[in-house]
């Protein structure tokens, strides 16, 4: 396993300093952007920024990201306040990574998907969760080996001649090659159990929770489940699949909170997590929410769209819901303190936003305050009417007083109350 944490865990936060690149792919507002969400990723993973350095270029220097004298202003400034790690918005080439950490010595550098990885690291409570992320870990190492021993220069050259260097590279290689390839064959048991484990759970129509991270999915899940599932104000709050059976109008079903997307989502993070964005892939019924309080959440929207497109889960019938309606102010307006919005609050950024574009574009939208609980009724009126349709289609005859699935919501209750037991 990876023994040695990439930021410590220890109770002293470690300092960072940020650095993005303003391109021609991305604009001095979507930039700034991006390093906010940066700097909240570090805050999550327990890092404290410190300052935040922006260099415009056509596109990023092929040797160390930012031109020269950006290279120099920033050693300039860490050599007067002494940071800990520098973490760029973007991913780095191994080459890149071996001249910035040239030029910064004994500093960590980080990019934004290893930042991820690490966060995913320190969140990941099951032994699936676990094994996915030192796998995505794994996967991102690999290639960045190369030269990593160059330290141990060739001692003796020529032919059939291959120094220390060489041979720990070769032996660090297949390390991580054989460990790539057990913790493969390792969660390939774990995906049979857990489609097995789907399999039973055909007889129920099921609903998954997906959209952007730290939108209050899990907020969302606690109140329609009326269970204790963990919510918090970060970056990926949780990252294991939490399913709960709930009923709806008489109609009993699966509801699982999934991991949350985000913009610059490692690729290997998507691919070790096969198994948890099947729960997405077999659902029936997704509930698309959406923080209608963020400034860019119509790029959010595409960004959860674009990820289900790719793992083929875009055609599913969904239920549009913005959130945070506490939160929401128009952009002329300041936002809402979510603990002083008042009812009077509520009810008229709900009347604002059923009157604006966003309920005529789409069907199924509804808007709603977890926190606050408000607005909750119109939600599962919505979902009901998609339950029913799916239920129906493979329960034509169904009569939950005379053939029941369940002894319904007593049999969820105490269902529920042994899946908390067992989480």
């Not at 570090?42 to 040797?63: E, R």
Request: glycine share 4%; with cysteine.
């Amino acid at each position: 396993m990876l023994n040695t944490p990439l930021i410590s865990t220890s109770k002293k936060k470690e300092k960072c300093v940020l650095v993005g690149l303003i391109s021609r792919d991305q604009n001095k507002e979507k930039t700034k952007e991006y390093l906010d969400e940066l700097a909240f990723l570090a805050t999550t993973a327990g890092l404290i920024t410190k300052k935040t350095f922006v260099q415009s270029l056509p596109s990023p220097d092929n040797k160390t990201f930012v031109g020269k004298g950006k290279l120099e202003e920033i050693q300039t400034w860490i050599e007067a306040n002494p940071v800990d790690a520098i973490v760029f918005d973007d991913d780095l080439s191994p080459s890149q990574v071996r001249n910035l950490e040239h030029s910064f010595k004994e500093i960590k550098v980080l990019d934004r998907s290893l930042l991820i990885l690490n966060i995913f690291s320190q969140r990941a409570k099951t032994d699936q969760a676990k094994k996915q992320v030192e796998l995505a870990q794994y996967q991102y190492l690999f290639p960045r080996l190369t030269r990593m021993w160059t330290h141990l220069s060739r001692q003796k050259g020529g032919v059939g001649m291959r120094g220390p260097g060489e041979k720990e590279l070769e032996t660090d290689k297949r390390i991580v090659r054989d460990r790539i390839s057990f913790l493969k064959s390792k969660l390939v048991k774990i995906d049979k159990q857990a489609m097995t484990q789907r399999k039973e759970r055909n007889r129920l129509v099921r609903v998954a929770l997906v959209g952007y991270t730290n939108v209050g999915k899990s907020t969302l899940m606690r109140v329609l489940a009326k269970a204790d599932v963990f919510a918090e104000n970060k970056l990926f709050a949780t990252i294991d699949s939490t399913v709960r059976k709930l009923v709806i109008g008489n109609i009993p079903f699966l509801l699982t909170d999934t991991v949350g997307f985000i913009r610059k989502l490692p690729t290997t993070l998507i691919e070790s997590f096969k198994s948890t964005l099947d729960e997405i892939r077999e659902a029936d019924i997704l509930i698309h929410v959406v923080d209608i309080s963020h400034k860019s959440f119509e790029e959010q929207i595409d960004v959860v769209n674009t990820t289900l497109a790719d793992i083929g889960a875009a055609d599913k019938p969904t239920v549009l819901v913005f959130n945070k309606l506490d939160l929401y102010k128009p952009e002329s307006e300041e936002g809402l303190d979510s603990h002083l919005a008042t009812e009077e609050d509520l009810q008229l950024n709900l009347k604002r936003l059923k009157n604006s574009y966003l309920n005529k574009n789409t069907e199924n939208v509804v808007f709603i305050s977890a926190e606050n609980k408000e607005n909750i009724a119109e939600l599962r009126d919505t979902l009901n009417t998609l339950l029913a349709e799916r239920h129906f289609a493979i329960y034509p005859n169904w009569d939950p007083k005379q053939n029941p699935l369940y002894d319904w919501q007593g049999q969820i209750d105490q269902d529920n109350q042994e899946q908390e037991q067992a989480d």
